[in-house]
C-alpha cells in the first residue's frame, strides 16, 4: 500500500503528460513537468506520509473533533499553496541570480530531512527496546485552550511543510535545468506553478481520504441491509476499521525510510563524495537506495546528537526567561 502511495505520486506525471497532448501552447510545459514530477512527489511523499498532523496521538487533554479533521487538514493545504508561492518566486530569484546555491539549499534541505528521519528512528528504538517515552508534543504543552491547540497544530503543519514545499520546488527547477537548460523564466513559472499546485493537491487529497477511512466504515456498516450484499459490506468496513491502523503505522515507516533516502541523495549533490561512494556500489535500486540512506541516517543521526549535546548544556540566565 505504502509503495502504491509513491506510485500514486508519481503518477501525477502520466496525467499531465495527457493534458500535454490537449494543448499545443502549454504543451513543452507541461512535458517538462511531467518529466520531474516524480522527483517532487517522492521528495513530498517522504515528509507527507511520515507527518500527517491530524494523525499525530499527541497524549493532551485537548482532542481533534471529528468534525474539524478535514477543515483543519484544507487549512494546512491553504497554508502549503501559500508556502510554495513563496518558494517559487524564491527559486526563480536564486537561479537568475545565485544559481551556485541551489545544489547548496536542496542539501540543506536534506540535512532536515535527515534529522527528522533520524530522531524518528531513534525515538522508535528509545520506545521499542528501552521503553523511553519522551513527551515532546510542544503544541498540547503550549495550547491553553482547545482552540490555540488547533491554531498551534495548523501552524506546525504549515511551518513543516514549508520546508517541503520548498523542497519540492527547487527539486523541480533543478530537474527542469537538468532536462532544459535552455528554458525561460516563463516556462520555468509555469512549470513551477503547475508542480506547486498539483502535488499539493494529490498530497492533502489523499491525506483526506486517509483521515476519513473510519467515516467509511462507519457508513458501510450502517448502510448494510440484511442480506448478501449488506453482508459484504459489513466485512468490508471490519476490514478497513481493522486495517486504518496498520496502514497508518506502514506509511509511518515508509516516510522515515523515504525521509532518510531522499536525505541522502540532496546531501550527495553537496557533498559529491557520497555520491561517488554510492555509484561505486552494484548498479541496483537496493544498492543504491541503501547507499543514500546509510548517508541520510549517519548525516541524521550526529545532528541529533549535536542537538541533544547542545539541549544539556547550561543555558545563560537571560536565555532562560
Not at 491502523?245 to 559529491?272: C, H, N, R, Y
Request: charged letters at 20%; aromatic letters at 8%.
Amino acid at each position: 500500500m505504502s509503495a502504491g502511495f509513491l506510485a500514486l505520486l508519481d503518477d501525477v506525471a502520466a496525467i499531465m503528460s495527457k493534458a500535454a497532448a490537449s494543448t499545443k501552447m502549454v504543451a513543452t510545459s507541461l512535458d517538462d513537468v511531467a518529466a520531474m514530477t516524480g522527483a517532487g512527489a517522492k521528495g513530498a511523499s517522504a515528509i507527507v506520509i511520515d507527518d500527517i498532523p491530524v494523525n499525530a496521538q499527541a497524549v493532551t487533554e485537548f482532542q481533534i473533533d471529528p468534525k474539524k479533521e478535514i477543515p483543519i487538514i484544507k487549512a494546512i493545504e491553504k497554508g502549503s499553496l501559500v508556502n510554495k508561492l513563496i518558494a517559487i518566486p524564491l527559486a526563480l530569484l536564486l537561479n537568475e541570480f545565485a544559481p551556485f546555491l541551489l545544489n547548496p539549499i536542496l542539501a540543506m534541505g536534506g540535512a532536515y530531512l535527515g534529522y527528522e528521519g533520524a530522531e524518528k528512528v531513534i525515538h522508535a528504538i528509545k520506545h521499542k527496546f528501552f521503553h523511553i517515552v519522551e513527551d515532546d508534543d510542544e503544541t498540547s504543552q503550549n495550547a491553553k485552550s482547545q482552540e490555540e491547540f488547533e491554531r498551534n497544530l495548523i501552524k506546525g503543519a504549515v511551518r513543516t511543510d514549508l520546508v517541503m514545499s520548498i523542497e519540492i520546488i527547487f527539486i523541480a527547477l533543478a530537474s527542469i535545468k537538468e532536462l532544459y537548460p535552455d528554458s525561460n523564466w516563463i516556462m520555468l513559472l509555469i512549470t513551477l506553478l503547475v508542480v506547486g499546485f498539483f502535488i499539493t493537491k494529490m498530497i492533502y487529497g489523499l491525506v483526506k481520504g486517509l483521515i476519513r477511512l473510519d467515516d467509511l466504515a462507519l457508513h458501510l456498516d450502517t448502510t448494510a441491509l440484511d442480506n448478501k450484499v449488506g453482508a459484504i459490506k459489513k466485512k468490508i468496513a471490519a476490514f478497513i476499521i481493522k486495517a486504518s491502523p496498520i496502514l497508518l503505522k506502514v506509511m509511518s515507516v515508509v516516510g522515515a525510510a523515504a525521509m532518510i533516502f531522499i536525505s541522502g541523495e540532496l546531501l550527495s549533490l553537496q557533498f559529491t563524495f557520497i555520491a561517488d561512494w554510492v555509484h561505486m556500489l552494484p548498479e541496483m535500486f537496493i544498492t543504491k537506495f541503501l547507499g543514500f540512506s546509510i548517508a541520510g541516517i549517519l548525516f541524521g543521526s550526529t545532528l541529533v546528537g549535536l542537538f541533544e549535546a547542545l539541549n544539556r548544556v547550561p543555558k545563560p540566565a537571560f536565555l532562560k526567561k
